[in-house]
């Protein structure tokens, strides 16, 4: 059984419902029920944070421990939400992949120069390391060592209930913008066909409304944008940056629709 999710419009929200997870990736937590109303404002919004700007030149020269639990590991944002790097909704797609666990050397062979996800994202070993232990003081994960007989002993990590809770939030949501699309979206599409097509499905059809109201609210601003006195350097200036941002957007919505269908 695949995970049940349903794609309800309410006005200008789009909301996944969902249920239970399949088999093996069942969590313990109840009923998924999610709600998200995109921006059409037409402002820029939030930067997306990369894997690297997420780091903050930490060092990551080793393997996470279960024990350290801070109650803030990602970034606080002023509503109350933490912004997670894309990086860190990958490891935690890839160990529910890999049957809820895995160690660091496997996780990192998923970037490998010949694998389908580096096509989208590059994560140095260094880096996947720096993201397992945050992910593990969020409680998303823990690690334990597993010993080899005479070969040292390895760190296994495992994704926890929360952590499998927040997977299926994130890879419910379309992103906000355009611009998301080339990284995070395309991640959470690789996650999802794997996990679910069905769940892969209901991402594309949320993605593609997103962005056709995206597109919607472009055209209308630049139709404001007409009336305005168009001689002036800022104006010429606001046009071409709505112009091409619709161009983007367009450019994404024939994609979609050729992908969904």
Partial sequence: MGWSLTAVRDGSRTILVGGSLPNRHRAASGPLSIMREEDLSGRPGPKLISQDDAAGGASADGPASSECHATDPFM???T???SVPTAAHAILGLLELD?????????ARHFGDDQPLAQVIHLEPAMLYHHLKRLARAGWATANIEPQGTRPA???YQITAAGRAELRRWLAEPVAHTREIRLEFLVKLY???RLDPDLASLLLAGQLDTCRRLEASLVAQLAAL???DAGTPDLVFSRRVLELRLAQTQAAVRWLAHTGG
């Fill in 76 to 78: 606080r944002k002023p």
């Fill in 80 to 82: 109350g939400s933490t």
């Fill in 99 to 107: 049957d809820g666990s895995s160690h660091g050397y496997d996780l």
């Fill in 154 to 156: 390895r760190q296994v």
């Fill in 191 to 193: 996650l999802a066909q």
């Fill in 226 to 228: 007409a009336d305005s």
